[in-house]
């Protein structure tokens, strides 16, 4: 994985640009001007981070993964970490100066969306530790370890990549990667787990129950022409009831999975981007204290072919409706 340090002029820019511009979370005109205008930022002040979303974006970095670096957190601006992801919860009087930064660089990936049922459709997720989610497998989660996964598996429309800025760190809660190019497959586990034998669940912070019986039926690996594609949530999919030879592969996948294993400890102000299908990730646990100063992660999630959910943005043009197939 490669690390990249962002330009201080872009940085000043966007922090600039940030100021009085309210009610990005409850107005989606102000999230895109405030996008639109991040991005553009980017693009004056800071070229060469632009040409490594660039090469990011089309598959050309070791590992699928970029840790921008050089952000620095304004601690009090930002106040006490939110207790949820509710509306209610984000403080909207102070000025948006992380999500800029996040807009900036997740803008120049692709497109900045969001799924309906996940958040209530919010186009940037605060993500911190929810009192009563601690065992919880979801962000919001703290005291168990949230398993090797990729965002929104059991959705066609799955996030081509995720943004991850950490506004708060927690030294016990690493971020881990495994690419899935380093994930070690005998040739027989490929084609096992390149078959729909295996049940997708729907998490429950998509509103599902996260047993892979009430998911959607499909395949692990994907991708042809030498494509090598993931899409699995371990705390939600199953082989299929009674497919012995299915499960023992998904079992094998998951030791490779640990074998390929990268550790972010992601501290305030790293901005991590990745590519949601060729990168699994977990989080291990960690104490939350519900003391206002927890871990805080602002993510978004972006497709590089917003063409292919089209059909379903019936409300918001960024928010992916419920697949009419009951996904
Ligand atoms: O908390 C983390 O580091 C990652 C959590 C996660 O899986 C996510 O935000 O998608
Ligand atoms: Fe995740």
Redesign the pocket.
Known sequence: MITHALAPAALDALSALAVGRRGIYRDDAAFDDLLASATAALAAEDPDTVAVIRRFAAADVPDGAVLFTGFTVDQEQMGRTPEGWQLEFQNQDRDPVTEATLLALAGTAGEIFAFARQHAGAQI?N?APVKGHEYDA??TGSRGL?DW?T?DAFDDAHPHY?G?L?VRGDVN????LAPIDRVVLSPEDERILREPRFLHGIDKASGGTGRPEDGVRGPVLYGEDGERFVRVDMDCAAAVEGDEEAAAALRRFHDAADAARIA?N?KAGDL?LFDNRRVL???TSFEPRYDGTD?W?Q?VIITGDPGASAGRRTRRPRVVENDPAGQ
């Open positions: 997720q993500v979801v962000g949230l996964h965002e995720v991850l950490c809660a690493d971020t881990a972010v992601l991590l990730h977990a989080r871990r992660l993510r």
